[in-house]
């Protein structure tokens, strides 16, 4: 019997990005597939390919055996695959129960919306997730004033609620919390026990050893490997997916605790309170790489926005000695801190305009009037070649950039501002591996001048092996801190899942 | 994202601060003319306000679907046009009937002609309307190069004296508008519409037909700018090929008041009936107030602005309050 | 999707010249006459002139982003228009007062503008909107329908009559007022910062840009900008009448979109907007040469920018 989907030698091209070169999969019914592939290994891509939402250059589909093409999401959908949607698929306007049944309103006769039942089988969903969700969550909320994890319930039961033959979870657990993540793995067991397909993408391997029955690895946009997970280990399976940083890419050498504590204090902050963070008390030296760890969305990136004065905040922070209340970003910049934030697209690059303007926005002021457009664009073709920016031109649009090499300039912005605290956002995101290693070298020399860096990574293998010290946050607080000896990936795995280690606050 | 009471109050019911504006219209405007409530006067009122109304009521919903529609002014320009000069101060009523469908079908067909430039070749809403209004307007004053034509009297007189039951006709208009609205809302297609423009993107990935929902906006738009057009010349009785200039801008301002905010997604047809109405009440009372002629044009203009400004003003100051 | 290797505005100078040569063919063309055909380049060149400079307060509000646009610049242009007749009132003296009170008076109502805008978060369209309103009814307060005054034999002279090689006046001050233009555009920080918060606000404002300020200034240049068009046209047409400015209102969003800025802000150059006013001044003296009744030169004109704007005015689509 053939499997109920296989996926044939696909390929996908983005402009100058070759996303997907060569991928296959095969799942079946009853049984949850782990796609798994390092950042920008063309997981996203080859999930969108199967639910319709891109086309394919080459390659083909083959549902029950047969060739089928999918000229949009609804034909997919059709089809029986319902997708998770990593960037969520919801619209802010509308309520809960009219997101979910969105296009598969039931109707009573003569064509209106029979709200009743459309409530009622709202909640009947939402009754899947109950306990794990805010009490005055009904169908009626509309969705705009949802937390983060609740909006990835609601596209988990907007994806189920179809009653789906193939069910895509595409990072469908990066926001929950591990109560709800154990409750979505037991729904998948019923759902598994109903004859559904799961395939099942994340980056957390402990939960990819909990919930898969095979596995498919992706490389660079190429299956390399599939089988059973009864017949592979964790580490096999790392070696897959990154041959050449097996054994870790990232060599820093760890200032020790007490060599720490005779630095300068360049930050220090107290009972940091914003609408997210509650109570934020934290020092760094100076030259020390301080990470930050912890699931995502506890806090960390509202913690960044707020000592660089993007987000209002309470609380007392000193910078070099002196108290200082950045209330907008500029004021920090001249303080000589400066923020790689986290969305690289949405909020570190002008995308329409040129690698040379990309990285003098923050310092055009320096050129006087008119601007000294020669003395500017030597700086930047310097930062340019000091980063190793793989270009064609610096009058070239950014966009035109690989996800490393933007990223390059948006570091490189900064850097001409020899700034003295740098705080970076998740920055090796979508961020090739060559690149990464260009970055922790560059991390590296950069503390050792000196510079006093903040670093946030959800990627724990980097955060262990650049940091001096990791601050783990949970739910808007520093949960716990570890340095020296429990400056180990088990211990912020535990930390980070809110399991007591290395040393409590 | 906290969401404090006023937001969570103004989505849920987008006309409020229309409602709020429109009883303090009305009880200004009741004091300065005491016999607003007899239907001779209500109906005098009514009848000027009915084709702004019914413009606006069009243009919110392309608002809602995400669009905005600059050229609804032109639209009612052609269909006046069309009609002073094919009917005629003494033309039959079956001539009449005939044109008012033909103006009818004029009216969807320069929406769909928006609609295919914006949804299908997806050129921005604004300029695309502008561009069109352009020709809209030239078609208008080519039929009607000067003002003239009409419609018989026994037409205008329907349209100006049909009173029943106390309420004017304008009013049972209104009430056959808010009922199909009440029926489009429980529709598919109005849930679509509200995901459309909220995000376009998400309704795609779930299966809307957007170019499909936003084609149809534009299409509503123009027969209701039709239907404007028909009202304004059974109101003026005669043709004028500029007649329709005011109602863009005026259509945009009363949905706006009426809680349909420019970004798309959200709003109703109630608030921009309301919002329409709160407009014709503002220009009664600075008439009635006796304020000076050469001032009134200013006055009507900075309690608009300031009507606009409000929702901002109270946002910016409960943030500064928190 | 963008395969054009000629750039907008250039396209926009190569229709403008082959629709001026074009135009020689016509009855009542200049033919193959040299002579006459440089006088009517010239006198083109020189009624675009205001156009182009109203336009030109439009550029930058579009280039800024966040759905920029002004929808008050008519009414400005009107308002200031009628003051510096006012003011002016026939004598020499009074030119610079005039300019500096129509500068400042501009410049007042865009601040209101930018204010609205970027304080109380009313959109631009909205705010711009109200705002002509609010001018408009200013102007019959101010006016009581009737206007005296007069410009003063200076201003004619300079704007509106040959002054160097037979070059009229309004053409020099264009040129003037382009460099003036391009240095703000691309030599200043501020023009980088405009480009900046156009392609994205929240980018630039986490890269130290002051989006509030600078949305606030460029809403205050565009209004300080159409007061210097008012200023001009005044001193062109030597009269008056209180609907001065409203047909330039449409033409100088028109004007912006021809020559290739982006509509959604973040890339443009006041270049292409000239471009664009020569386009679109070409256009309108070709119907009327060709004695078109209004109806048909308002049908050609939307036509003309609807074919303009679907050339590359496009927006992505959702499949990829």
Not at chain 1, 428 to 450: M, S
Not at chain 2, 89 to 108: E, I, N, R, W, Y
Not at chain 2, 242 to 248: E, I, K, N, W
Not at chain 3, 3 to 11: E, N
């Amino acid at each position: 019997m053939p499997p109920l989907l296989a996926v044939r030698n696909v390929a996908k091209r983005y402009g100058a990005v070759q996303a997907l070169i060569d991928a296959s999969l095969d799942v079946d019914a009853g049984e949850t597939l782990a796609l798994i592939g390092a950042n920008g290994s063309g997981k996203s891509t080859l999930s969108k390919v199967i639910n319709g939402v891109v086309a394919p250059d080459r390659g083909q589909l083959l549902l029950d055996g047969r060739a089928v093409r999918f000229d949009s999401p609804h034909a997919a959908k059709d089809a029986g695959i319902s997708t998770v949607f990593q960037e969520l698929s919801l619209v802010p306007q509308l309520t809960v129960a009219e997101n979910i049944w969105l296009t598969r309103e039931p109707l009573r006769r003569g064509g209106l919306i029979d709200r009743r039942t459309e409530r009622r089988r709202t909640e009947e969903l939402l009754s899947l997730f109950a306990g794990t969700l805010r009490a005055d969550l009904t169908p009626d909320t509309p969705v705009f004033a949802l937390l983060p994890d609740e909006r990835q319930i609601v596209e988990i039961l907007k994806a189920i609620s179809v009653n789906p033959r193939l069910l895509i979870l595409d990072e469908a657990t990066a926001s929950l919390d591990s109560r709800q993540v154990q409750r979505l793995f037991e729904l998948i067991g019923q759902w598994k026990a109903q004859g559904t397909a799961i395939i099942f993408i994340s980056h957390r391997m402990t939960e990819i050893e909990q919930i898969a029955d095979r596995y498919s690895v992706l490389r660079n946009g190429q299956t390399v490997g599939a089988g059973s997970m009864k017949e592979t280990t964790a580490s096999d399976l790392v070696t897959l997916m990154a041959p050449e940083t097996a054994g870790g890419a990232v060599e820093r050498r760890r200032a020790s605790p007490d060599a720490l504590a005779t630095r300068r204090v360049v930050l220090q902050i107290e009972d940091l309170r914003t609408s997210v963070l509650r109570g934020v008390s934290m020092q760094v030296h100076e030259g020390e790489l301080l990470g930050i760890g912890g699931l995502k969305g506890q806090g960390q990136r509202d913690l960044l926005l707020a000592i660089f004065g993007g987000v209002p905040w309470s609380g007392r922070m000193t910078l070099d000695g002196k108290p200082v209340h950045f209330t907008h970003p500029r004021q920090a910049m001249n303080h000589g801190v400066a923020l790689v934030p986290g969305d690289r697209a949405g909020e570190g690059l002008l995308s329409i305009r040129s690698i040379l303007e990309n990285l003098l926005v923050p310092s055009w002021r320096n050129y006087g009037f008119p601007l000294r457009m020669k003395r500017a664009r030597q700086d930047a073709a310097a930062i340019a070649a000091r980063l190793e920016v793989k270009m064609a031109s610096l009058d070239a649009p950014v966009s035109s950039l690989s996800g490393g090499n933007a990223q390059k300039v948006v570091i490189g912005k900064w850097l001409l501002r020899n700034p003295r605290l740098l705080l970076l956002d998740d920055p090796t995101k979508g961020v090739d591996i060559a690149t990464k290693a260009e970055f922790y070298r560059l991390l590296t020399r950069l503390c050792e001048e000196g510079t006093t860096v903040i670093l946030y990574s959800s990627d724990d293998e980097e955060l262990i092996g650049l940091s001096d010290r990791v601050l783990v946050m949970h739910d808007g607080r520093i949960s716990s801190e570890l340095a020296g000896a429990a400056l180990t990936t088990a211990n912020l795995v535990a930390a980070s899942l809110g399991v007591s280690a290395g040393v409590a606050l | 994202m906290k969401q404090s009471r006023w937001q969570q109050a103004t989505y849920r019911h987008p006309y409020l601060f229309a409602l709020l504006l429109l009883v303090a219209a009305f009880i200004a405007n009741a004091l300065l003319q005491p016999n607003l409530l007899e239907p001779t006067t209500l109906n005098r009122n009514m009848r000027v306000f009915l084709p702004l109304i019914l413009v606006a009521v069009g243009q919110a919903i392309v608002m809602i679907g995400g669009g905005i529609d600059i050229s609804v002014g032109s639209i009612v320009s052609v269909v006046n046009a069309i009609l002073a000069t094919q009917i005629g101060l003494s033309g039959d009523l079956s001539t009449a009937g005939v044109m008012m469908g033909v103006a009818l079908l004029v009216g969807m067909g320069a929406g769909a002609l928006n609609g295919l430039f914006i949804a299908y070749l997806r050129l921005q809403p604004i300029i695309t309307t502008f561009a069109t209004s352009f020709i809209y307007a030239g078609l208008a004053l080519f039929i009607l190069p000067n003002p003239g034509g009409g419609a018989p009297s026994r037409l205008t007189a329907f349209y100006r004296e049909t009173i029943i039951l106390w309420l004017p006709l304008a009013f049972y208009v209104i009430a056959l508008i808010l009922l199909i609205w009440a029926v489009v809302r429980r529709t598919r297609y109005g849930r679509y519409l509200y995901a459309v423009g909220g995000k376009a993107d998400a309704a795609y990935e779930t299966g809307v037909p957007v170019r499909a929902v936003q084609f149809s906006t534009y299409v509503i738009s123009g027969l209701m700018a039709a239907l404007g057009g028909i009202a304004m010349t059974l109101l003026t009785g005669s043709g004028n090929a500029q007649v329709g200039d005011p109602l863009t801008l005026s259509s945009i301002t009363a949905a706006v008041i009426g809680g349909t905010p420019l970004s798309g997604g959200a709003g109703g047809v109630a608030g921009p009936i309301m919002g329409a109405i709160i407009l014709g009440l503002i220009r009664n009372i600075i008439s009635f107030a006796n304020v000076a002629t050469w001032w009134q044009t200013f006055v009507n203009a900075a309690i608009i602005v300031l009507a606009l400004a409000m929702p901002g003003i109270i946002n910016l100051v409960r943030r500064r309050t928190r | 999707m963008k395969r054009l290797t000629i750039s907008p505005p250039l396209a926009a100078v190569l229709l403008a010249i082959v629709l001026f040569l074009l135009s020689g063919f016509l009855p009542n063309g200049f033919g193959g006459n040299l002579d006459v055909a440089t006088a009517q380049a010239v006198n083109i060149v020189r009624l675009s002139v205001f156009l182009g400079i109203i336009a030109a307060g439009q550029t930058l509000v579009i280039i800024s982003g966040g759905e920029g646009i002004d929808l008050s610049t008519g009414a400005v242009v009107t308002l200031t228009a009628i003051l510096t007749y006012t003011i002016v009132n026939g004598r020499n003296e009074q030119v610079l007062p005039a300019l500096l009170a129509v500068l400042a008076v501009g410049g007042l109502i865009g601040l209101v503008n930018g204010a609205g805008i970027a304080f109380l978060a009313i959109s631009p369209l909205v705010m711009t909107l109200g705002m002509a309103g609010v001018v408009s009814g200013l102007i019959l307060v101010i006016t009581q329908g009737n206007v005296s005054g007069a410009v003063a034999p200076i201003m004619t002279q300079l704007i509106a009559r040959p002054v160097l090689l037979g070059i009229p006046g309004a053409i020099l001050i264009w040129a003037v007022f382009a460099a003036f233009m391009w240095l703000l555009l691309e030599r200043t920080a501020f023009g980088k910062n405009l480009f900046a918060i156009g392609a994205n606000r929240t980018a630039a404002r986490l890269s130290g840009v002051n989006v509030t300020g600078m949305v606030i200034g460029t809403y205050m240049l565009s209004g300080m900008l159409a007061g210097l068009g008012g200023f001009l046209v005044v001193g062109n047409t030597g009269v008056v009448h209180i609907r001065i400015g409203d047909p330039f209102l449409f033409p100088s969003i028109a004007a912006v979109a021809v020559g290739g800025t982006l509509l959604t802000g973040g890339k443009g150059s006041y270049f292409g907007t000239m471009a664009g006013a020569l386009v679109l001044t070409l256009v309108t003296s070709l119907l009327t040469t060709m004695q078109m009744q209004e109806s048909v030169r308002r049908m050609v004109l939307g036509a003309t920018l609807l074919a303009m704007i679907a050339i590359y005015g496009r927006q992505r689509g959702f499949r990829q």
